[in-house]
């Protein structure tokens, strides 16, 4: 073992036994990492026999293998699905890193009416889906009573099923109306934890504390909660993955939503260079090591930078796929970057080619609500 390999060794032993590193053992076990996968090819480790381009540094090997050890040990080798209902593309903001922000006229925009949302439901529900996720912009031609409508209709036709929201910043009062209409779950990214990178990359109506206040909401109210970030967002430093990792950790959400920086044409951003593969998978495997249960998914966004990068997510201990149950002629219209993948496939062949990638990488798709391990539901 090179020294560099033993060091790693020993940082993820002391991650996985204490959960925690301090700042400068963190920035050292990520620049060992980056500096490992840059290394030369001799050494270099197959982690999947099935899928050829699972191949990294003796380092990064310690860390994933980590990693999926302590997923299997929440998980054993089950990957959850979420059917992932895009329903509208409408947004009131202007997040400058997002491809539907209210500022951009090119975007073609749509919303989908009740009964299409029921009939994406439906069609989830025959393919084996037991949670769906209703994601949209910030829409208010949805009213509070609206977004209630649909959740109480789909909670009546589908008792068994975990529905999920991602609808933005809302008062305590809608999250409780939408919760006691019978929502579960919440996924709301913060994107970054860091007040002036928040600034940079939102504009000035949106504030990282009203974030972290919708955040601290939701989880109150007994939403099963996701928050996340962006790897390699225009601005990012090091210090603000820490902080992210910080407030993540204190915070103790049930989900992480992690996923590659992708610019979009169409944005101030544009010209920006997106976040690595590399990157997103050291930082998923670090969050499976420090906040051991969480559900961690393996993001279309990873899948978008690389052909294999969900798989490769799940190999450094990611355990959820989301794949898009939205109609397929608005699947192109939801861009929030450029390239995004599967915008064109129907449900049932996504369904089937999420098995197989799965499959590939040694694990299982379990068709169950798949609730964070430790997380009583009442119901
Ligand atoms: S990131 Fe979300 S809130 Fe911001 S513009 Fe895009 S859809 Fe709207």
């Known amino acids: 073992m090179s ?20 700042d400068a053992e963190l920035e050292e076990l990520f620049a060992i990492l980056a500096q490992a996968h840059k290394g030369p090819g001799a050494g270099k480790v197959q982690i999947c026999a099935d899928i050829p381009q699972a191949v990294c540094s003796e380092e990064e090997a310690i860390l994933y293998a980590a990693a999926r050890r302590v997923r299997e040990q929440y998980y054993g080798k089950d990957v959850y699905l979420r059917g992932l209902i ?48 209703l994601q949209g912009g910030e829409d208010l031609s949805y009213t509070d009573a609206a977004i209630c409508d649909i959740v109480s209709s789909i909670r009546a036709l589908y ?3 975990a529905i999920t929201l991602s609808i933005g910043e809302k008062s305590r009062e809608s999250y409780k109306a939408y919760k006691d209409a019978g929502a579960d779950r919440y996924l709301l990214r913060q994107e970054t934890s860091s007040p002036a990178h928040y600034r940079y990359l939102h504009p000035e109506e949106l504030t990282i504390e009203n974030r972290k206040r919708c955040l601290s909401d939701l989880k109150e109210l007994g ?29 103790g959400p049930h989900m992480i939503g992690v996923g590659p ?7 101030p ?94 694990y299982q798709t379990a068709m169950v609500r798949g609730d964070c391990a430790g997380f009583a539901v009442n119901d």
């Open 3 to 22: 020294a560099n390999a033993m060091r790693i060794q020993t940082l993820i032993d002391q991650l996985e036994m204490e959960r925690t590193l301090s």
């Open 86 to 133: 895009e329903f509208t593309n409408y947004c009131r903001n202007d997040c400058r890193y997002c491809g539907i922000r209210r500022s951009n006229k090119k975007a073609e925009r749509y919303r989908l009416t009740k009964d299409q949302i029921l009939d994406c439901c439906r069609q989830g529900y025959n393919l084996g889906f037991r949670t769906f996720v």
């Open 159 to 161: 008792p068994d099923c």
């Open 223 to 251: 939403y099963q909660v996701g928050c996340g970030i962006m790897v390699g967002s225009p601005g990012q430093t090091l210090a603000n993955v820490i902080e992210d990792l910080r407030y993540m950790q204190d915070f």
């Open 261 to 267: 920086f992708i610019p979009h044409k169409d944005t």
């Open 269 to 362: 951003f544009k010209d920006e260079a997106p976040g690595t593969l590399t990157d997103t998978l050291h930082l998923l495997a670090v969050i499976r090591l420090m906040i051991p249960g969480v559900l961690l998914p393996a993001t279309t966004a990873l899948g978008t930078i690389h052909p294999v990068g969900r798989e490769l997510g799940l190999l450094a201990g990611a355990n959820v796929i989301m794949p898009n149950l939205s109609p397929v002629n608005v699947r192109g219209k939801y861009l929030l970057y450029d390239g995004k993948i599967c915008t064109g496939d129907e449900a049932a062949s996504c369904r089937h080619c999420m098995d197989l990638r799965i499959a590939r990488a040694g």
